[in-house]
């Protein structure tokens, strides 16, 4: 079992940078692929970036490569999007979920485990 909970939202200019938090409960986090999903207000929710559970593999969307990067500390149970270069584009609500000796795949009925989200808004 893993509990998840965001932090690190807000609202911040286009080209500014943000990093959002994931700190995780539950003695599992360490065997779990780690992954952040967004979703904009109509819209489905949409892949962003995943870490495996050793952090050797890091897929990210086409549409925030080379501006975001994936982390973790399995020693801290935390997960981390740094994200640079915001665009108003990326406004939305993000999500940090876990799967369970996962790998990082990039479908989000892969995770079992999700936090509540956070809020980014970024202004053009």
């Known amino acids: 079992q893993v509990q998840l909970v965001e932090s690190g939202g807000g609202l911040v200019q286009a080209g500014d940078s943000l990093r959002l938090a994931c700190a995780a409960s539950?003695?599992?986090?360490?065997?779990?692929?780690v992954a952040w999903f967004r979703q904009a207000p109509g819209k489905e929710r949409e892949f962003v970036a995943a870490?495996?559970?050793?952090?050797?593999?890091?897929p990210y969307a086409d549409s925030v490569k080379g501006r975001f990067t994936i982390s973790r500390d399995n020693a801290q149970t935390m997960a981390y999007l740094q994200m640079n270069s915001l665009k108003p584009e990326d406004t939305a609500v993000y999500y940090c979920?876990?799967?369970?000796?996962?790998?990082?795949?990039?479908?989000?009925?892969?995770?079992?485990?999700w936090g509540q989200g956070t809020q980014v808004t970024v202004s053009s």
């Open positions: 539950g003695p599992n986090f360490w065997r779990a692929a």
């Open positions: 870490i495996s559970w050793r952090g050797g593999f890091s």
């Open positions: 979920a876990a799967d369970d000796y996962g790998m990082g795949s990039s479908i989000s009925a892969d995770y079992e485990y």
